[in-house]
């Protein structure tokens, strides 16, 4: 078993016993604790054995999904998709893979596979998947998602082609501390006011006055009372307003597991970004995988992706890097033996 994978185990392990002292066992589900040990267990398994054919299966099961997804907005877009109650007595528009900024937790390892498949064997089919998703992002107009992806683009761009300036902003402790520092600047001082204006002036949305901005405080109040250990999982049911979580992800490990679950979240993306960066094996499709990693991470500040089931498929590209020698040698395997796509 890989050291990230390990890692992922504790963390949640953690979490769980935090949630369990707080008499609430069913958070635990809610939040996909035993999905995200499974899973992350089962694919680094994959990448263990490099299993070329169970790896293919997994990345054909998700662009599947991705394809289904993208034909379900094309056909449902102008009516809005299925509109569904939620909780907090409105209406919210859902596709085949949920909200249209819950579709990102589904396609962000289709657009990171498929487009690292892509730089090793310059097959277009790989590079179509990623298109197909992106745009699916671009007409539902996520604008977290869609800022996700542009960094992911950039970030590579910029590491590819300015070296330096690149090595920089891909560098483990330069994500850490930059991600630090935004979040004090922004959610622990007024930067949300200025964010907002430049939302207001891009996109028409007042982020400062929507239901984000205004759960911060509360979150911070929770933080406040408890900033060691959190409150497990247990805090997801006391939202004023029935949200799920903050929205920003420092703010869900902090309420989640304190300083401790923070740290041990912090922990896995700089090892992550480490190894990624790893002289010796330092790649192309290395340098994508990390970069998309910061984006993701960037963006849930403004999202709870981490509140999702599904988001063992984020631990997925984390541990690709962590077993970046054996994700290289199946990316070889592609390249040489890849067969008709079915």
Not at 60 to 76: C, D, E, Q
Not at 133 to 152: H, K, N, P, Q, R
Not at 299 to 322: K, P, R
Request: glycine share 6%.
């Amino acid at each position: 078993m890989s050291s990230i994978c390990t890692d992922i185990i504790v963390m949640y392990v953690y979490l769980a016993i935090i949630s369990i002292l707080q008499n609430n066992t069913e958070a635990l589900y809610k939040r996909g604790f035993l999905s995200c040990i499974c899973m992350s267990i089962v694919f680094d398994m994959v990448l263990v054995l490099e299993d070329l054919n169970m790896f293919k299966n997994f990345l054909r099961a998700l662009n599947t999904l991705a394809i289904i997804n993208f034909i379900s907005i094309v056909l449902m877009h102008s009516s809005n998709g299925f509109l569904v109650q939620t909780a907090r007595g409105i209406v919210d528009s859902y596709y085949f893979l949920s909200l249209d900024n819950g579709h990102i937790v589904m396609l962000f390892p289709v657009i990171c596979f498929n487009y690292a498949i892509y730089l090793r064997t310059r097959k277009v089919r790989y590079l179509v998947i990623v298109l197909v998703s992106i745009v699916g992002e671009l007409i539902t107009f996520s604008v977290t998602s869609c800022i996700m992806i542009a960094l992911i683009f950039t970030i590579y761009f910029v590491r590819t082609h300015i070296s330096t300036i690149g090595k920089i902003f891909t560098n483990k402790l330069v994500v850490v501390v930059m991600l630090i520092i935004i979040f004090a600047f922004f959610f622990l001082g007024h930067g949300i006011d200025l964010l907002s204006n430049v939302f207001i002036l891009l996109f028409k949305k007042d982020i400062a006055s929507t239901g984000r901005a205004g759960l911060y405080p509360i979150a911070l109040d929770y933080i406040r009372r408890s900033p060691i250990v959190g409150y497990g999982y247990v805090a997801d049911n006391r939202w004023i307003g029935g949200f799920n979580s903050p929205h920003n992800v420092i703010m869900n490990y902090l309420l989640a597991g304190g300083i401790i679950g923070l740290f041990l979240f912090l922990r896995i993306i700089y090892k992550a970004i480490k190894m990624g960066n790893n002289g010796s094996s330092l790649c192309q499709e290395n340098i994508f995988l990390l970069t998309g990693i910061i984006a993701y991470v960037i963006a849930s500040l403004a999202e709870g992706y981490d509140t999702y089931e599904s988001y063992y498929l984020f631990w997925w590209v984390c541990i690709s890097l962590g077993n970046n020698n054996a994700m290289n040698r199946i990316l070889d395997s592609y390249k040489r033996t890849d067969y008709r796509y079915r």
